[in-house]
């Protein structure tokens, strides 16, 4: 009807619509879902037990406030000044923390409380700022590319250049990066957060994963924005992270974000309108989620295992043929290229169609070209794949299994036809005709 408009699919839901299509069902021993971005939620060795049973309280039947249980916004508002704020004067207070209903929804609820804004987004990005970035009409998107030369790595001069040329009001970026596994940390973020304040521009830091990190230069076992600000209540900047992947409660749908206090309560207005508050049971029993000492023992433990799952996946996929350029430092994907593969399955679509073939799920690198309010427009990195090494081990290796016999069977299949044209282009001999 032409009365309703329809959005197109965020990447992975659109994957996994996909899949599902094709047979796949989320208790399916002999698939592979290297798409979705979730971490395993069953607990690795040594991990700290998981929590598995939610008791419901006779109270906790009504709503919660719209910005979230003010001893939940205490909890979060604590946690990052132990983390990330112990030496500095000014603190972060519950009044600087909104909570919602996971990261789409709070992501949105910032921002359309922007009115007209210039909003720069990065090239490639997280899939669904696509469409956050296109339901709100004050909010202009202006994409800024980074160079496949560098390794998709953030070079914070060419983010100044961009703020100062497009005139941008906000940038909205993922840190560590969603698709690339990039990070930037120490100087280069504590320069990026002094260049939002020189400018006066928002910087909208989505952290999700900010304890998954692997790098060898960094000693720190988070990577936030949040211990480089000056003043919580007059920088530009707003952090957002939640229980789905630095927890691992991905179904909580439990997010939050952290803002000035002015900019806090224009979040929580939106929220208002978008979607009423976060489930309010969830947001009691995460009350024993946020817990520092909880967190880093956890992350002790997480880090290294997710760093062994990393290079197992990297280094079979290079010896299947995927060209890899940088070595993914944070998050827990692989951004992979198929350049080097058979031409039947160089493509991202056509890899992705046959991988479903052989019960694999990925994600096309298409739909990190955010190309927002321009459906029709000529999408990048289509000669890309992103696979997550969030799943358990068992599942890397079967998906690894029908990746390699996938790209053999269209090795052989090129070979053969090479061979064919090979032989048709040259002379027949006498009695080749009849096969003598």
């Known amino acids: 009807m032409a009365l309703f408009q329809n959005h197109e699919s965020a990447g992975v839901i659109y994957v996994m619509d996909q899949a599902v299509r094709q047979g796949y069902q989320p208790q399916a021993h002999d698939w592979a879902n290297l798409g979705q971005g979730s971490a395993e939620l069953s607990g690795f060795q040594n991990c700290p037990s998981r929590q598995k049973q939610i008791r419901i309280q006779a109270n906790q039947g009504g709503y919660a406030p719209v910005n979230g249980l003010p001893e939940l916004r205490k909890k979060v508002a604590c946690l990052y000044n132990d983390l990330f704020r112990t030496d500095q004067q000014t603190q972060f207070t519950q ?32 899939a669904s700022y696509e469409g956050i970035l296109s339901c709100f009409q004050g909010v202009k998107p202006v994409p800024i590319n980074l160079k496949e030369s560098d390794g998709f790595q953030i070079n914070v001069d060419h983010i100044q250049n961009q703020i100062k040329k497009a005139g941008l009001d906000a940038l909205l970026l993922s840190n560590p990066s969603n698709p ?37 230069k960094s000693k720190k076992m988070f990577v936030s924005a949040a211990e480089y600000l000056k003043n919580p209540d007059q920088d530009p900047v707003i952090l957002v992270c939640g229980l789905s992947k630095a927890w691992r409660y991905s179904g909580w749908r439990l ?14 207005s939106a929220g208002s309108f978008l979607d009423g508050g976060a489930n309010h049971p969830l947001q009691h029993a995460a009350l024993k989620l946020i817990n520092k000492d909880l967190l880093i023992k956890e992350t002790r433990i997480l880090q290294k295992h997710f760093a062994k799952k990393r290079d197992y996946l990297l ?18 994907y692989v951004w992979a290229s198929l350049k080097k593969l058979p031409n039947s399955i160089n493509t991202d679509i056509a890899f992705f169609q046959q991988a479903l073939e052989h019960k694999v799920i990925c994600v096309p690198g298409r739909f990190f ?17 992103r696979f997550s090494y969030g799943p358990d081990f068992q599942t890397l290796k079967i998906g690894i299994t029908s990746i390699q016999k996938l790209v053999e069977k269209h090795k052989i299949a090129q070979a053969n036809t090479s061979k064919w044209k090979l032989r048709s282009d040259q002379p027949l001999l006498e009695g080749e005709l009849c096969g003598i």
């Open 255 to 268: 997010c939050w974000s952290l803002a000035p206090r002015e900019i806090t309560q224009a979040i929580s």
């Open 369 to 385: 070209h955010l190309s927002p309010n321009q459906k029709q427009s000529k999408r990048k990195f289509t000669q890309f794949i």
């Open 315 to 332: 280094n079979k996929l290079k010896q299947i043929g995927f060209v890899i350029n940088n070595k993914p430092q944070g998050a827990f």
């Open 180 to 216: 690339t596994g990039n990070v930037l940390e120490k100087a280069e973020l504590k320069k990026l957060v002094a260049t939002a304040r020189k400018h006066n521009c928002y910087l909208i830091l989505d952290e999700f994963y900010f304890n998954y990190l692997y790098s060898n």
């Open 95 to 126: 009044d600087n923390v909104c909570v919602g209903g996971g990261g789409r929804v709070v992501l949105s609820r910032i921002i359309a409380s922007l009115g007209q804004a210039k909003v720069g987004f990065l090239l490639p990005d997280y």
